[in-house]
């Protein structure tokens, strides 16, 4: 289903004066005009009838996901059977004033294409337009390019993707703007405003711009300050064009490309959208972090343990697995680093840590669905670093109790072990030790799954933060001290907090490609 908003906006008789003088004909240089130019990927929108900017509005916040559109020209039109991944998000910003004139039709079809035909004839008359905005907030989608791939439904006439819509008040009117006839604006929502007249002016209003200042920087625009003036849009990224990118945009040295999908994590029956994004290797070594550390762009990492729940006799024996920078210890994982120091390194680096969707859409394999980094093999020691006889032993004599184990045999150490020892429990694209060695830090805040989830026509998803940050963030992929086989898998997650320094705990970085 196509909802046209833009030809009823270039048709109907919205301006008062349409009886009086007679609108221009748009001849061939305008139709010329009508281009998807890149000036145009950010039309202003605040000549749509009411109507359509308020069945706009409903659709951004209805939570359905992103919307799709087919925009050719000067026409743009909702494919509202078109199901986009996503989610839109608003952000609030101090109240700013964006005043614009408009003397040639050049200007209305850079700016405003959506509606420049009406309003060239209105420039004809008054010689100039003059536009008034007070820009409060904007609604953002997570993702700026969507892929063809990402969507479902009915998108074969989609061509681009709205991923953001500005919002504030606003008023375009002649130079004269003499106001006549009763305007309007609604409380909260979209309203045409004032008439206007060949002779004494033109204008038109929505919103208050004196209620724009009462913003509270909320998760909503402030009543009468939620008038849609912006949209940007981005084109679909057809399949040879996506590959055309990543060809353009290979990963660093150090790390893989690993392609967006879907897909449906464990903890729900609903879907996740990942876009592309690059992920190191493997774990991050006590060389590299001392690297970062002597340059003075990361702090020194520990040697000794730290957490709420750590008694004082567990602080002394896990201490003394904390690597730091000990000789002999260089292609170890680096732990016992807080959250802070990962996400410090990360950035040194140029990239940042890797959400836990990215994380375990890596750990799948992608669309293949593994069960375990490496597949559906049953855990062994030839295949990761987990809790085996050494480390069982180590503890057993360490707390004078049984100890559990993942499995019997030896794994061939008992606290870190060199990354990429263990090749043969390689993740898809020979990513290392997706399981055991450390659990690996991620940007991925304290939310479960199901407050995260944002239904998206019965089945897409957007994991949002839904609740007030703990302190608390997602660690993924089990390390040497686990004993379950739970924790090992592709699915297991668990919570440490970012003060946290564990001898078990070490991190990866991750990079936009």
């Known amino acids: 289903m196509l909802i046209d908003l833009a030809l009823a906006t270039a048709c109907r008789g919205n301006n008062l004066a349409s009886g009086l003088a007679r609108t221009p004909e748009l001849d061939a240089q305008g139709q010329s005009r009508c281009g998807v130019m890149k000036s145009s990927a950010r039309p202003l929108i605040i000549e749509w009838p009411s ?3 308020a069945a706009l509005e409903g659709l ?3 939570d359905r996901g992103l919307i799709a559109v087919r925009y050719e020209g000067c026409e743009m039109e909702v494919v509202r059977r078109c199901v986009v991944p996503g989610r839109y998000g608003y952000t609030a910003v101090e109240p700013k004033r964006d005043d614009q004139l408009f003397r040639s039709a050049d200007d209305l079809y850079a700016k405003i294409p959506l509606a420049a035909v009406q309003l060239a004839a209105e420039l004809e008359r008054h010689g100039a337009l003059s536009l008034a905005m007070t820009v409060a907030g904007q609604h953002q989608a997570p993702n700026e390019r969507v892929g063809r791939g990402e969507l479902s439904g009915g998108c074969e006439q989609a061509t681009h993707v709205i991923t953001a819509v500005t919002v504030g008040a606003f008023k375009l009117s002649s130079e004269a703007g003499a106001r006549i006839g009763a305007g309007g604006r609604l409380g909260s929502g979209p309203a045409a405003g004032a ?8 204008e038109r209003s929505d919103g208050d711009p004196g209620r724009c200042y009462f913003n509270d920087g909320g998760s909503a625009p402030t009543t009468g300050c939620g008038a849609l003036l912006r949209l940007e849009v981005e084109p679909i990224l057809e399949a040879a064009e996506l590959a055309a990118q990543r060809l353009r945009k290979p990963c660093p040295d150090g790390t893989v490309l690993v392609e967006g999908g879907r897909f449906r994590p464990a903890s729900h029956k609903s879907v996740a959208a990942v876009a592309d994004f690059c992920l190191d290797l493997h774990e991050v070594t006590v ?5 970062c550390a002597d340059d003075g762009h990361c702090s020194a990492a520990a040697t000794t343990v730290q957490g709420e729940d750590i008694t004082p006799r567990a602080r002394t024996a896990e201490s003394e697995l904390c690597n ?11 732990n016992c680093v807080t959250w802070h120091q990962a996400e410090a390194y990360c950035r040194a680096r140029g990239g940042r840590l ?7 859409w890596a750990a799948r394999g992608g669309p293949q ?3 375990y980094a490496w597949g559906e093999e049953e855990p062994g020691p030839r295949l990761l670093n987990a809790c085996g006889r050494e480390c069982a032993r180590h503890f057993e004599s360490t707390y004078s109790e049984p100890w559990p184990s993942l499995f019997t045999s030896k794994d061939g150490a008992v606290g870190t072990a060199k990354v990429g020892d263990y090749p043969r429990g390689a993740g898809r694209n020979r990513v290392q030790d997706l399981a055991g060695n450390v659990w690996e830090w991620t940007a991925s805040i304290e939310i479960t799954y199901q407050t995260e989830v944002s239904v998206n026509a019965g089945d897409s998803v957007v994991f949002t933060k839904g609740s007030p940050d703990t302190g608390n963030r997602v660690i993924r992929g089990g ?9 090992i898998r592709v699915t297991a997650r668990a919570l440490r907090n970012m003060k946290d320094r564990r001898s078990d705990v070490g991190f990866r970085c991750a990079q936009d490609p």
């Open 51 to 53: 109507s359509d900017r």
């Open 60 to 62: 951004v916040k209805s």
């Open 195 to 202: 008439s206007s007249s060949a002779e004494r002016g033109f």
């Open 287 to 291: 060389a590299d972090y001392a690297a």
């Open 324 to 334: 730091g920078d000990r000789r002999g210890r260089g292609k170890h994982p680096v």
């Open 354 to 360: 890797p959400s836990e969707q990215e994380w375990e």
């Open 369 to 371: 669905e593994r069960s």
């Open 479 to 487: 390390g040497f001290t686990t004993d379950s086989d739970e924790d």
